[in-house]
């Protein structure tokens, strides 16, 4: 057995190119998912009833999918029905932000509700208008409760952008693979991917573990 | 715009050969991920220490690293560096429960350091010894505490196996490609593939649920 790990060094241009394809991606996600993931969890929350069962159906339908299948069909199905073709990168990212701002509408609602009920009552009591309860007393609380989770659907989310590579977005996973199958160096080039995704996650899972420790909630 | 399910009911067997591969690689993951789970968290809490040191190393290292990157790892990669070439879905289940066991690990830690230090104190000064401390007061309580995190871990853990699809395991995913590209039809094949592991994923989640809300009483102290 023989290993020729230049080849990772020969192709480091595209290597990096891959990299921050990977890291633009993650970024323009949350990017999306944050305020998106807002509004249907208001929607799910104070929303019109009709609107409420929409939203719910929409974040139970979407955590109830594998990630990989959503990206299939936004490649495959909305060209036909709309005629009109995004590019992959842009099929990618809207699928990543499908499945992410359900997840984090979950996530703002389960903060929001944790916030006991009285602690409302308490403020409307006190003067309060609901939109003021909502924003000075629930709000400050939930943020505390929401960012932890909100960072390890991040370090979920880098992870996931893994799996745009099977439409041809040429992101770390893709390049690497696409490196693999043109110079037949299989066990330096995957494990070179695999070293590239450990070097950029591995600091980013400690800090959400640090991050938890912060915010740890004492009652 | 004509929509022919036909192609659905047509290779109806093609396709439920994939959920049952789904299903099975999920039960099988789910079950040694378990189990090599409870045995690295055990490592990592009672384990010596440098032991202890490799086993963080193992688990972070696992949260960092993609899922699709491991299995093709242990696909490609794995069988050059031993020798031994694998079955896609013997790949697939040493990838998955590679994987999945560092996730298992946490929530079974997590679950036994809810249980306040005091109980075991008081074990001990009953003359308990480590092992029934663990058997007896420490488990009973904390697998209950665990339920919920297993629950949405055995949902990931599903979902994953949808992930198996690029190292050619013939499971629901790789079944609906090969049906799409060979029918021409990926709005019908993808939009039922949708369709199945919504309704074989939401009963799970939401059957875990119920199941805890039964037996939340017994974790409680």
């Known amino acids: 057995m023989s290993f020729d790990w230049s080849v990772v060094w020969q192709h480091r241009d595209a290597l990096i190119a891959g990299t921050a394809t990977t890291i633009l991606l993650t970024v323009a996600t949350m990017a999306i998912a944050v305020p998106c993931g807002i509004i249907v969890a208001i929607l799910r929350l104070y929303g019109w009833a009709p609107v409420r069962a929409l939203a719910t159906a929409y974040v139970e339908f979407f955590r109830n999918l594998p990630l990989i ?151 | 715009m004509d929509f022919d399910f036909a192609v659905i009911t047509d290779h109806w067997r093609f396709l439920a050969s994939g959920v049952g591969i789904t299903l099975l690689l999920s039960v099988v993951s789910g079950l040694t991920s378990l189990v090599a789970g409870l045995v690295v968290a055990l490592l990592r809490l009672y384990g010596p220490r440098p032991l202890r040191v490799a086993v963080v190393l193992y688990i972070d290292s696992m949260r960092a690293i993609p899922v699709l990157v ?31 066991a560092a996730y298992a690990a946490e929530i079974v830690r997590a679950g036994v350091e809810s249980v306040r230090p005091g109980q075991t104190r008081a074990a001990l000064a009953l003359g308990m010894s480590r092992a029934q401390i663990v058997r007896r007061i420490i ?76 037996v939340a009483h017994l974790g409680r102290s």
Not at chain 1, 173 to 184: D, G, K, P
């Open chain 2, 139 to 214: 488990l009973p309580q904390a697998i209950v505490r665990m339920l919920p995190a297993f629950g949405s871990l055995l949902s990931i853990t599903i979902k994953d196996t949808a992930i198996a699809s690029v190292i050619a395991v013939p499971e629901l995913m790789r079944q609906s490609e090969t049906l799409a590209g060979q029918s021409f039809q990926p709005i019908e094949v993808y939009t039922f593939a949708m369709l199945v592991y919504f309704f074989i994923l939401f009963p799970v989640t939401r059957g875990v649920d119920i199941f805890y809300q039964r």
């Open chain 1, 69 to 219: 299948l959503v990206v299939f069909w936004a490649f495959y199905v909305p060209p036909i029905l709309t005629g009109l073709g995004l590019s992959p990168l842009a099929t990618g990212l809207a699928a990543l932000a499908l499945n992410v701002t359900a997840y984090n509408a979950e996530t703002f609602r389960a903060g929001i509700n944790s916030i006991r009920r009285g602690q409302v009552e308490a403020a409307m009591v006190l003067g309060m208008n609901r939109v003021q309860a909502l924003r000075r007393v629930v709000v400050p609380q939930a943020v505390r409760r929401i960012l932890p989770v909100l960072a390890s659907t991040w370090v979920s989310l880098f992870k996931d952008t893994s799996l745009v590579s099977v439409i041809a977005v040429t992101e770390l996973a893709y390049v690497s693979m696409q490196i693999r199958a043109q110079s037949f160096r299989v066990l330096e080039m995957l494990t070179a991917m695999a070293a590239i995704y450990w070097l950029l996650g591995y600091p980013q899972a400690k800090l959400v573990d640090w991050i938890q420790r912060r915010f740890a909630i004492t009652e």
């Open chain 2, 70 to 100: 491991v299995l093709v790892w242990s696909f490609f990669a794995l069988p050059i560096l031993t020798g031994l070439t694998m079955p896609p879905f013997v790949a697939a289940l040493v990838g998955l429960t590679v994987h999945l």
